[in-house]
């Protein structure tokens, strides 16, 4: 199966590195390969949070940068590219909501899951290792799914969540927690 | 035994995967992960399942974006970058050394490691750059926008005129409407035709008279020019008294546009004397102009 065709979060190691060395060694062309495997995704989860097209493409670009000034500090012993750069651009995008104040306002409105939110592209390609948002709508009950997106996307913490959706602390991170491993079943 | 799988159930490795932790915590999880096969392999899970979920997210970046995202990322990354620190040693970044995104958000990614000490006389150099690049950048711009403030008053101030100018032409389009009216309205207003007296044979004008409503304009199709500090004022004459009708402005004497004067509520003729400017209370007789009969 070709690379592209597998979930990026278990891309093989082996070509995890190669796209890493290149990166590191300032190789400009890797970043445009780069760009193309892995925006999709950070996109993605960055117009989620942000919820603005404009906003969300300019979150991207910061991501990007950065990315490129901070793979010197990316240590694959603590975790997959993937999952590095999808925090990079999850941070950058909550910090960017924060700076609006965005949660003053709509805080209680929650993450809203309207057609314009579930509006997701379909892949460039057909992927068939690729979970689909179906998917894992089938497979997470809907209270799991609300304690993932407000962590997730919210940015909120586990005690805000808590607070938020006035459940028990235990009950959010059982939920959380629960969700995670059904999730990462889903490409086993 | 007992102890990592306290460890696990603690929540710990979730926060951690969700980027709620401090960067002290951050080292305790990983110190855990790196001493239990068995942290290691559930931490591992989660942030495979957090993986999972962002990218069943994935969107195709708008068409457009993708030039105008990764051409800026490259501009970027290019300029700040010089091309010949990178061959040899694996570089720290000049602007970014460490990866803080956020005091209140820290992740993962900011307790790894530093780099070395000897790279940084290099980089301090190249941070020089950057910063004499990022003030030439800044001079620039402010060139630009100093430019654009100065285009918007241009902007305004064409603007204002533009509406000073429709103002006065919405004037005399309602002014010249009025006169339309009154030209076409023959039933209701009487013109009165005024011809020179002998001294000024080609002068020539014309009342336009609604006995009805007592409202006068007059009509000039030529006047003698006026000396300095005189002006041409119209009387009615009734029953052979003359009336004051006022006086006329410049442009009416010139015959470039009708005026309305003072109404009169009866006459049977009239006549136009010279005055000293704003109107005499009598007709100094000798000065008469023109004159004509109902």
Redesign the interface.
Known sequence: MPVSDL????TPPAAEAALVERL???E?AA??EF?DRY???L???I??IVKD?EEA?DV??EA???I????????NS???L???V???S???A??KI?SRQHRVGSRTQGLDDSPAAMR?????AFRPE????Q??TSKLVPEQRQV?DL??FG?F??SEAAEELNLPLGTV?TR??T??????K??R | MKDFQEYIES?RL??Y????LDPAARAEV?DWAARYPEVRQELD??????????????????AG??E???G???A???G??P?A???TA??????????R??A??P???E?????PAAQRSGWAIAASVALLLSLAANALLYSRWQQTSTELVAAQNSQARFAQTSQVMERRLSSTQEQLHVLRSPQEYKMVALAGTPAHPTAKARVLYNVAAHRVYVDVQQLPALPAGKQYQLWALDKGKPVDAGVLAANTAAGDSIQQMKDIASAQAFAMTVEPAGGSVGPTLNTMTVIGNM
């Open positions: 979930p990026l979060i278990s590191r060694a300032r400009q970043m445009t760009y925006s999709g995704a996109y993605g989860v117009n989620r097209e493409a991207l670009q990007l940068v950065k490129w000034h901070s793979m010197a500090s990316y240590d603590k975790g997959r993937f999952t590095w999808v925090n990079i999850r941070n950058l909550i910090d924060r997701q592209a379909a892949p460039d690729h979970v689909g948002l998917e894992i993932i962590l997730y940015g913490t586990q991170k959380a927690r969700a995670l491993k059904i999730l990462a889903l490409i | 929540g979730e926060q995967a969700l980027g709620e990983e899970e989660l942030l495979v399942g957090l993986g999972v979920y962002a990218e069943a997210h994935a969107q195709v970046v708008p974006l993708r105008r995202v990764l800026r990322v490259l970027e990354i290019g700040a970058a091309a620190a990178a061959p694996p570089v720290a970044p000049a602007a970014a050394p460490t990866m995104v956020s209140s958000n992740r993962p990614a307790a790894y490691a530093a780099p």
